[in-house]
């Protein structure tokens, strides 16, 4: 583990436990079958960081109550139902280096399961009996299925451009980082402000961790991701990395590049030349560059706040979302 | 058209003209593949039962307000998501006599676009302001998911009970027809008592609806219905019918009945010779006067409300759940 995670871990190990507990206690399935489905998603090795990020902006806006952690249970909830429908949509075979749902099951069973966890989630958020933290929850699930759909109309598409792009991952991921920090401070009655900046935090964060995540995939070490290798390129998604090289590369370049991206059976060595190209053509240091000035951002957004503990902790998860290995 | 179902369009015609507008306006999707397979499925001749349920409810307490349409478009948004995706989970080639949308496009985009409804569904609710009405919402989709996912699990299997079944449509129909009622009597801020009587309206309504439901597919005239021949028996959901059929039948036609149903690939004959044994064993008659007791027990329930022209549309409803052919 690295210096920094150590650091974040030993911060929130205590908060850790109590989401963990949370996402037990309130699953409620009346069927053996959907305990057993979603438990498979949900207990699985997640990090847990959205609902920490609630339970952390909770506090940061004084919190002192006990709903923190089983409304943080929203936003996990959440993020695994979206797993589930968007493993069989990509027809994922690996999720966290375990068979994905759908190929353990089925895909009829994927499905139902994943719109279990949606309304669960939702039941939660209307437990909080806050209207504008509710909206904000139904708000980021339309997003997200939006997301992914528009990921999915342009899927093997060499055409996609950067904004494209980046309105796909501020839809299918950001929104739900930048979500969980919003409701964290509604749920602690926070002002306007106070909610502005946290909300703004959450959605550069979002940004930048679906960036360094589209980066693992050309880092080719699977086994520390749980995918497989060049995963998403097999599915056709073409991410920012990509996307810039080949704006940039030259006829000959580009053709190579086109023709590795449109065989969806490349090999390793293959794929090796693509990362090479990549890297003559900066698109890997390109992302970096983009997703630091998304983390710039999220740290900017913070200084209404006095520095102290808490801060400490958004400004390592910060840093960490750009180095983390998996 | 029958003179009762003629009766109550034209005492509904301008709910429903308004309802049909409040479902274009409000779907409000970021892009055209959303609209057109949403589209595809919510402008397909939909009775819009649900949420004229809740316009009548909510008028029937009194409301004057102009919210009404809007937010009774929550009702059909929600049940469009899950014929999305039981369409899907049930494989079946035909809704409403067309093409069921995970054939015209593919399972990844109905998944997608019925993540989307239920979410558009869950904002509208949210837009309520009213903490009660987003969790009976939040709840039916859960309780719906459930529902789908305990007939999955019991596909094909002969020995499901009578309670199981009453179990399995009570949650993935009779709670959106509860939850449609009630919705309307909590919009209008109705009183404790009338609100739990339109909840037991509709659940009763939903029951019995379900109920001439799974009769209409013993009724050979798909051109009506707008599905295969046995489309429930091909796709493994053993109904009332069957269910008593089976449980009266002598061994010989038990087991008549028993070859019949695990042999998917079923022929017309095949499927006459069951319903001739259905009605040999009384499971047509049996599921009839099940039905008929439902609708009873809803039009008791509205006994606590003075008579008058909305109480007969709900009266006339209910008859007509019983007689309809499509």
């Known amino acids: 583990m690295s210096e920094l995670k150590q650091k974040i871990m030993s911060s929130v190990s205590h908060d850790l436990d109590s989401i963990e507990d949370a996402l037990k206690q309130n699953l409620k399935p009346h069927l053996d079958l959907v305990a057993t489905v979603a438990g498979h998603i949900l207990f699985s090795g997640g990090k847990r960081l959205r ?23 929203i936003f996990e909830y959440l993020h695994a139902a979206t797993l589930l429908h968007d493993d069989l949509v990509d027809d994922a075979a690996l999720r966290r280096g375990k068979s994905a749902a759908h190929t353990v099951w089925d895909n009829p069973t994927a499905v139902l399961v994943g719109d279990f966890l949606l309304a669960r989630s939702l039941v939660l958020a209307a437990e909080t009996g806050l209207p504008e ?8 699930t339309e997003d997200m299925s939006q997301g992914e759909i528009q990921q999915l109309s342009k899927k093997g598409d060499p055409g996609l451009t950067e904004t494209e792009y980046l309105e796909i991952i501020h839809r299918k991921t950001a929104v739900l980082f930048q979500g969980a920090c919003l409701a964290g401070a509604l749920l602690a009655g926070a002002d306007k402000i106070s909610a502005k900046a946290l909300a703004q935090y959450g959605l550069n964060l979002g940004m930048a961790f679906q960036m360094a995540d589209d980066l693992l995939d050309y880092t080719i070490d699977t086994s520390a991701i749980g995918k497989n290798v060049g995963a998403d390129l097999k599915e056709g998604k073409l991410t920012l990395p990509v996307i810039f090289a080949l704006k940039s590369a030259d006829s000959f370049d580009k053709q190579k590049m086109l023709k590795i991206i449109k065989d969806q059976n490349f090999n390793f060595v293959d794929f090796c030349s693509l990362i090479d190209l990549l890297n003559k053509y900066d698109g890997i ?7 630091a000035r998304y983390i710039k951002q999220a740290k900017k957004a913070l200084m209404i706040f006095k520095p102290g503990k808490i801060i400490d902790i958004f400004l390592d998860i910060a840093d960490y979302s750009l180095v983390r290995k998996l």
Chains 1, 2 share one sequence.
Not at 133 to 140: C, T
Not at 285 to 291: H, I, P
């Open 51 to 73: 609902p920490l990020l609630m339970v952390i902006s909770a506090r940061l806006c004084g919190y002192q109550g006990s709903y923190d952690k089983p409304f943080a249970a």
């Open 285 to 291: 240091d390109y992302t970096k560059q983009c997703a």
């Open 133 to 140: 933290l509710i909206k904000v929850i139904a708000e980021i």
